[in-house]
């Protein structure tokens, strides 16, 4: 029998135990945040996993960037800043945060993500290890945020008792330089997990 050609051959889904049990996640915390009422984060939650799903239907094709631009650091510090100052003024869990973020999102996908290039000395048993180290971390917050959520709105007191991350945080965001203290660390933390602060070409 003819082989197919390469254009017409039928794609096999990749699928995998981490990608399952992520779309499990993510499906669950897009669920709990319409749940709560929060239906920015249940969207973002459900594009993410759809996101996820499509990507193992077609074979892990799915690419954001095919060339990263790698602009001079100048560059993304300049938007990134103009774009955190912003987020400092802007007033709280309303539209012009929540665009803002997208946008610092997608500047930083842009101009400044640069994959290393991968190294002798980095074996497949240590990626795995910080992979499930930051899964292990990210479910964790996870499912604090959705037990504390759901205790605190069932229980006398809850509130106080049970405070979600964001509630924990209200204090330090209120004001002016709370806020501006959060959102560099939070920029600068970003920038670190793609290695923005690294030497160029290590």
Known sequence: MPRLPARTRLITPQWTVSAILWICVLSTMAGFQAWRGAFVDAALFFLIAGMLIVDRLTGGRIRLINRPMDSPR??????????????VVAPRHGWVDLVTMVLIGVTVLVLAWNPRPKSNFRGARAIK??????????VALCAWEATAFILSVTTPN??????????????VVESIPGRILFVGLWLAGGLSLIGFFRRRGN
């Open 74 to 87: 100048w560059v993304v510090v300049a938007i990134t800043g103009a774009l955190g100052i912003i987020l």
């Open 129 to 138: 290890r910080s992979a499930l180290v930051w899964s292990l971390w990210a």
């Open 158 to 171: 809850g509130g106080a008792n049970f405070p979600t991350i964001s509630i924990l945080l209200d204090p």
